[in-house]
């Protein structure tokens, strides 16, 4: 398994849904088999330019451990999840 860093942005106006929808995406991973290491919320933030007309968002970063060819399954359900306005995934070294 590989170690991973997905840093996304969660729609603003979703703000009293935030844990359920962190909740929806730790789910989808471990339902990859991922193996979950952290999730850091750094909460609402001003955007460096708006997207989809929002100039701030909820970001929140999730580490975990996934095998490789589960990870574009989860890349697929993080860019139709409406509730998330970007996201990135970064490959992490050991």
């Known amino acids: 398994m590989r170690r991973y860093e997905c840093t996304f942005i969660i729609n603003p106006d979703k703000e009293n849904e935030v844990k359920q929808i962190i909740e929806e995406v730790k789910n989808q991973l471990e339902g990859e088999k991922g193996k979950i290491e952290k999730i850091d919320e750094w909460g609402i933030r001003k955007l460096a330019y708006e997207i989809d007309?929002?100039?701030?968002?909820?970001?929140?970063?999730?580490?975990?451990?996934?095998?490789?060819?589960?990870?574009?399954?989860?890349?697929?359900?993080?860019?139709?999840?409406?509730?998330?306005?970007?996201?990135i995934l970064l490959t992490q070294k050991r």
């Open 53 to 87: 007309g929002y100039d701030k968002g909820f970001y929140t970063v999730i580490n975990f451990e996934a095998k490789p060819d589960k990870v574009n399954d989860f890349k697929e359900y993080m860019r139709k999840n409406s509730n998330i306005l970007r996201y």
